[in-house]
């Protein structure tokens, strides 16, 4: 074979290694940080006055997974949470998500069953109301 010929052989390996690629590549799922993302952002006033009303409080609520089978959540500063949420945010997949409802109650504890989290980072997004004020907690978890 003369140098045409492998310059030719070159060129159709090449596209076709690019065809591949563009195959490949189409068929990964893309996913935004989260499916209603620019109605999250519409209401971030409201998420910055609730850190900041967390900031206020003198000791944090504590997130934290037991034995990778449960999600607890402890308020040492608890006297009566109206109502709240616990999600688990999953940054490299959404399918993995998980949402809680808190429960109105006067327990500084409460403990959730997640026995189906694969191992990786979560994103705890906390939200609840305390004496009629809004308060917001992020904490990133790995299991």
Same mark, same amino acid.
């Given at each position: 074979?003369?140098?045409?010929?492998?310059?030719?052989?070159?060129?159709?390996?090449?596209?076709?290694?690019?065809?591949?690629?563009?195959?490949?590549?189409?068929?990964?799922?893309?996913?935004?940080?989260?499916?209603?993302?620019?109605?999250?952002?519409?209401?971030?006033?409201?998420?910055?006055?609730?850190?900041?009303?967390?900031?206020?409080?003198?000791?944090?609520?504590? $997130?934290?997974? *037991?034995? %990778?089978?449960?999600?607890?959540? !402890?308020?040492?500063?608890?006297?009566?949470?109206?109502? #709240?949420?616990?999600?688990?945010?999953?940054?490299?997949?959404?399918?993995?998500?998980?949402?809680?409802?808190?429960?109105?109650?006067?327990?500084?504890?409460? $403990?959730?069953? *997640?026995? %189906?989290?694969?191992?990786?980072? !979560?994103?705890?997004?906390?939200?609840?109301?305390?004496? #009629?004020?809004?308060?917001?907690?992020?904490?990133?978890?790995?299991?």
């Amino acid at each position: 074979m003369n140098w045409g010929k492998w310059i030719v052989v070159a060129f159709v390996l090449f596209a076709v290694f690019i065809g591949i690629i563009v195959a490949i590549s189409m068929r990964q799922d893309i996913n935004l940080v989260s499916k209603s993302y620019y109605q999250d952002e519409l209401v971030y006033q409201e998420k910055l006055n609730r850190k900041n009303n967390t900031e206020q409080l003198k000791q944090k609520p504590e $997130v934290d997974i *037991v034995e %990778n089978t449960y999600l607890k959540v !402890y308020f040492p500063e608890a006297k009566f949470i109206e109502q #709240g949420e616990v999600q688990l945010f999953r940054p490299s997949s959404g399918k993995f998500d998980q949402r809680f409802k808190l429960t109105s109650a006067a327990d500084s504890v409460q $403990v959730f069953r *997640v026995t %189906n989290l694969i191992p990786g980072a !979560y994103r705890v997004k906390l939200t609840w109301t305390m004496e #009629g004020i809004d308060y917001y907690l992020e904490k990133v978890i790995v299991i």
